[in-house]
């Protein structure tokens, strides 16, 4: 009746291979030949981009609410170029960059954050859940998908995104806990981005690392530098070839930070300070990851030019193109959520429609 440690699985790394100024760790180096290099770099600014003038539009009454994804772009691009077509994505909200990259146009993502249900539709054969802002709901839909894909013996991985937050809810446990169970070939990538809204990272959980908790559910975690895409490409990569080969889930904790507002509904400066977010500023991991491409001479000034010119004009494209086919009427979200519209409802349809009215959008009806 011995009284002894208990030796767990727990296979727990970090991973970094870019340092803050886009040096690279020549051992780590995944040496992307130069074409997905500077696609990566290329999806990493649509995301930045697309994010600004999402700010702006919003601002402007051209679309709603906006949740942007500032800072974390190294986090979600990295990841989604490693799942092939047959692969399937399941999104949380700050993924604009994987959806295009899925094959989404940005116009359809700028349809969500329009308000037009049109922005939830998956284009024909692609395999991915639209934007779920109710956090965590994300974890069960992915590891249920994953289960039919072991059921049915398809070689075939889910990735799931979630954020820091959504790991206190009951479904990010009961996910977990499934597919370790089942050994189901998903990865879930949570992206530490240190606040749930004004919540911090450290009001989150007592663990020292998100990645642990994989322990407890028999299967693997990694952390790693979210802001390096070469770290999220390698660990993700690696999480998914396990995952085609039977060797079950892994739990990824991206450590990155939001860099600009929750939403466009938010005044962060009101709980977090400005010093925070000048020191995570300099770990952006949009120019450590152009520095080390110049570094590696796969972009030099007039090449890196020209692909900020090209996202540039994809993204007012893009814009155009969405702002074109408003040929939805926004008044019919009021039409569909009630059988019996209440009383209260219709007076604010009315508003509403007085708005567009004004605005000239819409059939006004
Ligand atoms: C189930 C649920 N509860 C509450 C909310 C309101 N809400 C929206 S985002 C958010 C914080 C999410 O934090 P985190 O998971 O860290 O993701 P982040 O916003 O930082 O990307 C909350 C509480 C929600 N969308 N869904
Ligand atoms: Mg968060």
Redesign the pocket.
């Known amino acids: 009746m011995p009284r002894k440690p208990i030796k767990t699985r727990d296979k727990l790394e970090y991973l970094s291979i870019l340092d803050g100024k886009g040096k690279v760790d020549a051992a780590l180096d995944p040496n992307l030949d130069a074409e997905t290099a500077i696609y990566l770099y290329r999806l990493m600014l649509t995301a930045r981009r697309l994010d600004e003038r999402c700010i702006n539009m919003q601002r402007q009454g051209r679309i709603g609410t906006y949740?942007p994804c500032r800072g974390q772009e190294a986090a979600h691009c990295a990841a989604t170029i490693c799942m092939d077509p047959e692969d399937w994505v399941v999104h949380?909200f700050?993924e604009p960059s994987s959806f295009y990259h899925r094959g989404w146009p940005l116009e359809t993502v700028l349809k969500f954050w329009g308000g037009y249900e049109e922005g939830c539709q998956p284009p024909e054969g692609v395999n991915d859940l639209p934007i779920a802002?109710?956090?965590?709901?994300q974890l069960p839909h992915a590891m249920g998908i994953a289960w039919g894909m072991k059921l049915r013996g398809d070689k075939r991985a889910v990735l799931c995104y979630?954020?820091?937050?959504?790991t206190s809810?009951g479904d990010f446990h009961e996910a977990m806990n499934f597919a370790g169970v089942y050994q189901l070939p998903v990865i879930f990538l949570i992206?530490n981005?240190q606040?749930?809204?004004s919540i911090p990272r450290e009001a989150q959980t007592a663990s020292e690392t998100i990645a642990q908790k994989a322990t407890a559910y028999g299967f693997d975690g990694l952390q790693l530098d979210g802001n390096d895409p070469l770290a999220v490409y390698v660990g993700t990569r690696e999480a998914v070839d396990k995952a085609k080969a039977g060797g079950g889930p892994t739990l990824i904790e991206a450590v990155t930070y939001?860099l600009g507002v929750?939403t466009t509904a938010d005044d962060p400066t009101k709980y977090r300070s400005n010093e925070e977010v000048k020191k995570w500023e300099k770990l952006d991991p949009i120019p450590r990851f152009l520095n080390y491409l110049l570094k590696k001479k796969i972009l030099n000034e007039k090449s890196a030019a020209k692909v900020e010119e090209d996202v540039l004009a994809e993204v007012a494209g893009a814009v155009e193109r969405f702002e074109e086919s408003r040929d939805v009427d926004p008044l019919d979200s009021f039409d569909y959520l009630f059988v019996n519209t209440p009383e209260e409802v219709k007076q604010q349809r009315d508003e509403f429609a007085e708005c567009l009215k004004q605005e000239g959008i819409g059939a006004g009806h």
């Open positions: 949740g949380a700050r802002v109710p956090i965590a709901s979630c954020g820091d937050g959504g809810e992206q981005n606040w749930a809204i939001r929750h």
